[in-house]
């Protein structure tokens, strides 16, 4: 299964409401996590099942989506959320795949 | 708290050999399937491998199948990679990381945490 993340990197302003799209090469259901890593450090979950916050994951975090389209929204952008973020399909193993990340870069 | 600490990376020549490592705490080892995830310099995510809590199963990216083992020693709570034929494009951070079941299955198949990463380094 072919993971395809967009875009590929933004520019957004501290505040702003930040919105990544992972698109399925075919339906996983609501089969889906979003990691987030920032340089030097290993990826962090944020959410499973498409919509489920991970434990300590601020609220400003959300996941919705099923079958092939997805997206992560940060609500309010806060300093600390520049980071790359991934998706990962849950469904079919092997392999695990992951889409190519999304960098959100400070404007 | 859960903790997983890699080691075993470092510079090897093409051909080279190396066995990383990945020290768990904080749970019970053996109810948990584990993982390897890679990360080449300056690129995305690329799962490696997989192994139920048992050992029993184990699962391989295509592009390592028959060059890395992996392997669990539940007495010592450590997971392994053994990595062998290496090549160039196998220089990347190795991650490992904790699935949520003992068994991977449909739907259950995120990795939390992670591991901080030991870097191997293929060249000559």
């Known amino acids: 299964i072919q993971l395809t993340q967009s875009p590929s990197s933004l520019s957004a302003s501290v505040g702003d409401r930040v919105t990544i799209t992972c698109r399925a090469s075919?339906?996983?259901?609501?089969?889906l996590a979003w990691y987030q890593q920032k340089p030097g450090k290993a990826p962090k979950l944020l959410i499973y099942?498409?919509?489920t916050l991970q434990s300590g994951v601020p609220s400003r975090f959300s996941g919705s989506g099923s079958g092939t389209d997805f997206t992560l929204t940060i609500s309010s952008l806060q300093p600390e959320d520049f980071a790359t973020y991934y998706c990962?399909?849950?469904?079919?193993?092997?392999?695990?795949?992951f889409g190519q990340g999304t960098k959100v870069e400070i404007k | 708290e859960v903790l997983l600490l890699e080691s075993g990376g470092g510079l090897i020549q093409p051909g080279g050999s190396l066995r990383l490592s990945c020290a768990a705490s904080g749970f019970t080892f053996s109810g948990y399937a584990m993982s390897w995830v890679r990360q080449a310099p300056g690129k995305g995510l690329e799962w490696v491998s997989a192994?139920?809590?048992?050992?029993?199963?184990?699962y391989y990216a295509g592009s390592v199948k028959g060059r890395f083992t992996i392997s669990r020693d539940n007495s010592r709570n450590t997971l392994y990679l053994q990595v062998t034929s290496l090549r160039a494009e196998d220089t990347a951070v190795y991650y490992c990381?904790?699935?949520?079941?003992?068994?991977?299955?449909?739907?259950?198949?995120?990795?939390?945490?992670w591991g901080q990463g030991t870097l191997v380094t293929v060249s000559s």
């Open positions: 099942a498409a919509s």
């Open positions: 990962q399909q849950l469904n079919e193993y092997p392999p695990w795949t």
């Open positions: 075919q339906g996983i259901s609501s089969y």
């Open positions: 990381a904790k699935l949520p079941l003992v068994v991977p299955s449909a739907g259950y198949n995120w990795f939390d945490p």
């Open positions: 192994i139920s809590g048992s050992g029993g199963s184990t």
